[in-house]
């Protein structure tokens, strides 16, 4: 079974880490179908193998469903992955899920590459959500996806060229990349 696989790797994957300074939280699941048990389950072998660390899950559902589901297993924080060509979907989801702090634990990717200004409209968006602090939307932090290029030849474009995926805020040699006025 998969789900019993997936709970043993995830156990394995505590016991190995769950000393190291640098990890803050443990996350189930990664854009994945589940079932609730599943997400359960996950939970509470989260907090058995390491119970000094929050639980949640990297989501990529409707927000309605993050909210039954995260709450029916006890996450501790909402993850929200609000790949969009406009920062509407972001805001929503601040808007709705406002009971537990809101982590992004993706965004960016193709829609902001080579597109600084969508990629400010996100930056600042998410800034007036962190200083924001009421049930019109909050943010509690964010994790932009992702830091070097790498090489993939599994994604096509727009997001892979020529076996590369180019969305890094520097590229495969750790070189800043400058994007329209910005250097990042």
């Not at 994957?13 to 589940?34: G, K, M, P, Q």
């Not at 709450?71 to 406009?86: Q, V």
Request: with cysteine; net charge negative.
């Amino acid at each position: 079974e998969v789900a019993s696989g997936s709970l043993e790797v995830l156990k394995r994957t505590i016991l190995r880490d769950r000393n190291h300074v640098s990890v803050s939280f443990w996350l189930c699941f990664n854009e994945c179908i589940f079932t609730e048990k599943f997400l359960v389950d996950s939970a509470e072998t989260c907090r058995k193998y390491d119970p000094t660390r929050l639980v949640s899950g990297a989501n990529c559902m409707s927000d309605e469903d993050t909210l039954i589901y995260y709450n029916k297993c006890g996450f501790d924080f909402y993850t929200m992955h609000p790949y969009a060509p406009t920062t509407e979907r972001a805001k929503k989801s601040a808007k709705i899920l406002n009971d537990k702090p809101l982590l992004f634990t993706e965004w960016g990717g193709f829609y902001v590459y080579n597109n600084p200004h969508l990629l400010l409209d996100f930056m600042t968006d998410f800034y007036n959500l962190y200083l924001q602090n009421s049930h019109e939307g909050a943010l509690a932090g964010s994790f932009l996806w992702f830091f070097a290029e790498l090489n993939d030849y599994n994604r096509g474009q727009p997001a892979c060229t020529d076996g590369v995926l180019h969305e890094g805020i520097v590229d495969k040699y750790r070189e800043h990349r400058a994007v329209g006025d910005y250097l990042f």
